[in-house]
């Protein structure tokens, strides 16, 4: 069943009692003030994760060679996170802010991250990883990210992912390398001149990459959307460092000497949790024009919310006993230099 935001926003205004169903319509005024007061409470839900019931799952994200500072767009807070040597998983260990920062530690020894901290930050969040890689390692991060915003008529229950790269920049005559820019690992090397990069990149890719659809705005802004329920667009470049001719974004650069991916993941939205963002927004909407909340949305409301925080981020009761007589020893500086933080057990 197809449930867009104009559906929701009309019955929100029904519910609030603001306009009433059997006798009067929406208006156009009332759908652009539904669609921004919706997507405030969308944006509103980045401050308690609590009311957002979905965890995107191994969010990836390459390291850098001796970089330590990552940032990460929309994510609330990390769960776990871990890194790859090949197809071996290892864990990472979560070290809060005052040890990380305000502990004693060698800053220039490139060795396996195996210690990470994060801090919110506008948009997103900032994660800092210890030891530096010492290869570009791929993470995975476990986690809460912001709830994508929505526009009129966007289908609630189909996955669309879609990817802002903002501002694109030239530097030479805008030429893209090789393996420098894929998307949905179409190779999109070529020249796309100075005067109208994004317009150009934007029609090769709608004519090139299936099942995406490249928009410009402002003939400087790039946007990438998936025309194929449940089609993740990923981008990656493996970066040509002191490239003469590139292109370049505002969220996503081509330069960097090491292979970089972005994946922009899709989600739609369960039935109960549409329904309580229709009660959520007819309370929002009495509040905007001061009307008294009808006692049946409020109570609807609250049980919703009851039933919300208590499926949100289930808590992980797993125990796991620590030995203090056991003879294992932590990494040491002279160990992550001689072994690059590899050890061994005896037999």
């Known amino acids: 069943m197809t449930i867009t935001v104009t559906d929701v926003i009309t019955e929100a205004y029904y519910d609030s009692s603001v306009v009433a169903r059997q006798f009067e319509t929406i208006q156009g005024y009332q759908l652009n003030d539904g669609l921004k007061w919706l997507n405030q409470l969308l944006g509103d839900k980045a401050t308690d994760s609590g009311d957002i019931p979905y965890i995107t799952q191994q969010y990836p994200l390459y390291g850098i060679v001796g970089q330590e500072t990552y940032f990460v767009p929309g994510l609330i807070d ?47 969040c900032n994660v800092w990883v210890y030891f530096w890689p010492q290869q570009p390692y791929l993470f995975n991060i476990t986690g809460n990210f912001f709830m994508p915003t929505v526009s009129l008529n966007q289908d609630l229950t189909q996955p669309i992912a879609n990817a802002n790269l903002g501002q694109v920049n030239t530097i030479g005559t805008g030429t893209l390398a090789t393996n420098q820019f894929l998307v949905n690992g179409v190779d999109l090397a070529g020249a796309y001149g100075t005067a109208q990069p994004a317009a150009n990149l934007a029609a090769a890719i709608n004519s090139g990459v299936p099942n995406v659809s490249a928009t410009v705005t402002g003939n400087s802004v790039l946007s990438i959307a998936s025309t194929v329920n449940g089609q993740n667009i990923l981008l990656s470049s493996s970066g040509v460092s002191n490239a003469p001719n590139y292109l370049t974004f505002s969220y996503f650069n081509t330069i960097g000497g090491v292979a970089l991916n972005q994946t922009y993941f899709s989600q739609a939205l369960d039935q109960f949790y549409i329904d309580y963002l229709e009660y959520q927004l007819a309370e929002r909407i009495c509040q905007k024009l001061n009307f008294e909340v009808p006692s049946g949305v409020a109570n609807q409301l609250a049980r919703y919310q009851l039933q919300i925080s208590k499926m949100a981020e289930p808590l992980d009761l797993v125990c796991q006993k620590v030995s203090t007589l056991s003879g294992n020893r932590a990494i040491n500086y002279a160990a992550v230099s001689l072994g690059k933080g590899w050890t061994t057990s005896g037999m």
Not at 83 to 103: A, E, K, L, N, T
């Open 78 to 124: 990390i769960e776990a996170m871990v890194f790859y040597v090949g197809s071996v998983r290892y864990q990472m260990q979560y070290v809060d802010r005052i040890r990380y920062f305000g502990q004693p530690r060698a800053n220039n020894i490139n060795a396996l991250p195996v210690s990470y901290t994060y801090e919110r930050v506008f948009g997103g």
